[in-house]
Structures are given as C-alpha cells and as structure tokens.
C-alpha cells in the first residue's frame, strides 16, 4: 500500500508552461518534505513544510501543505529545461523517528 | 554537494554473495539512514542509526544488516544476495533523529 500517491506520474511540458504536482495520503503527516533527483544522483532537499496550510516559495517554485496535514502540492512558474527531473514527495510522523515515507515520484520533462 | 559520502558507486556481484557498503555522513550529523530505490517500489526506508544505536527499522530483511561505528559512519551488510536485491542504496544523515534528512549519490548494486 502507497501511503503518499503522487500524480501525475509522468509530465512532458514546453519551456514557459507552468504546471502543479500533487502528493496525496489519508494518513496525516508532522511534516513533508519535496526532493528533485536527477538521474544516478540521490535526492536532493528543496522544502520542508510543517504547518498545515502553509505555503513556502523558493523562486519559480511554490510549496503547500494541506490544512490537514495529509496532502501537499508543488506549483512550478515557467518552467525551464534545468527543471527537468524526478520530483519526489516524502511524509514524516512524529512518532517514528526520522523515517521518511516517499510517493512514487513524479517524472517532469521541460522541453526546449 | 549533499556532504554524504557513499562507497562504492558501483558494484557488481554474483548471486548468494556478501557486500558491505559505506557511508560517512555529513560532519556533525548524528543519523543515518539507509534507503533502497528501485523502479517498481521506489525509495523504501531501510534503517536509522542515531549516535550509534539503532532509531527506527523498515522492511529491512533479515538477510541484511546494518550498524553505525563509534565514529558515526556506517555500513549496510547485504548478504545471499539475489537478483531482487539489485537496485540503488542511498544513505541520508541529519543532525538529530527527526531532522531534515541529506542524501548521499547513492551505491548501484547489481546483482548478476
């Protein structure tokens, strides 16, 4: 059982177009945390959020955590081809040390 | 740069075999964790190490093992490896055991 569904799978843009990545559970999480990997790379940190409703920026790119605390999303402005790569959500609970439970990722293309 | 050094990158080994792989974890860094990736379950959490003792277990199997040396790095043991076992391992350490975690580039085992 997947505990953080992330949606779309899979996402092939133009340069320029804007697009939102979804991470969806039923479970509440204390906190969620968005990585992008590139290929034969390991993940690399972008956010924390930690607060339900909270919304961070991190210049093109716009992070919420639902108010429930069991979903998030990831807007990206204008995307660019630099933006290619695996976007993935992970879910922490209190409760549980430091594990990170990860959705399946989300592959992004930006094409030129 | 995550500051997480992984040895070795690749690997290859033959069925039934035993390999250790290593991770040093950023400088301060009291966590570890070890995760496995691979393309039909993704990023799984293995186990958490904080300052030597073990935090936090995942569906790590038996036929693996893991410990975190005095000096703070630590090594995954994989033993009577199977084909399925082949896949990246990533380490990950962070300051305290519910912490932000820091991934390494990971170790690409497979087994033949």
């Known amino acids: 059982t997947q505990l953080l569904e992330q949606s779309p799978q899979f996402l092939s843009i133009q340069e320029g177009e804007n697009l939102t990545v979804y991470c969806n559970s039923s479970?509440?999480?204390?906190?969620l945390q968005w990585y992008r990997q590139e290929p034969g790379e390991g993940p690399v940190l972008l956010v924390t959020v930690v607060t339900g409703g909270e919304v961070k920026k991190l210049k093109r790119l716009t992070f919420q955590f639902g108010d429930a605390r069991k979903d998030s999303s990831l807007h990206i402005t204008a995307a660019q081809p630099g933006d290619t790569g695996l976007y993935l959500c992970a879910g922490a609970r209190n409760n549980q040390g430091g594990k990170l439970i990860f959705g399946q990722g989300t592959e992004l293309s930006v094409k030129p | 740069d995550s500051g997480v050094t992984q040895t070795p990158k690749h690997l290859i080994t033959a069925t039934g075999q035993r390999v250790t792989l290593r991770c040093s974890p950023r400088?301060?860094?009291?966590?570890v964790y070890w995760y496995q990736q691979s393309l039909d379950q993704g990023l799984q959490f293995l186990i958490q190490y904080y300052n030597g003792e073990e935090r936090a277990k995942g569906n790590i199997l038996e036929r693996f093992s893991a410990q975190q040396f005095p000096d703070l790095h630590s090594e995954l043991n994989l033993s009577s490896l199977e084909l399925g076992d082949s896949a990246l391992y990533f380490c990950?350490?962070?300051?305290?055991?519910?912490?932000?975690?820091?991934f390494g580039q990971g170790t690409r085992l497979t087994v033949v």
């Open positions: 990950a350490s962070s300051p305290s055991w519910n912490t932000e975690a820091f």
């Open positions: 400088s301060g860094d009291l966590s």
């Open positions: 479970s509440v999480f204390s906190s």
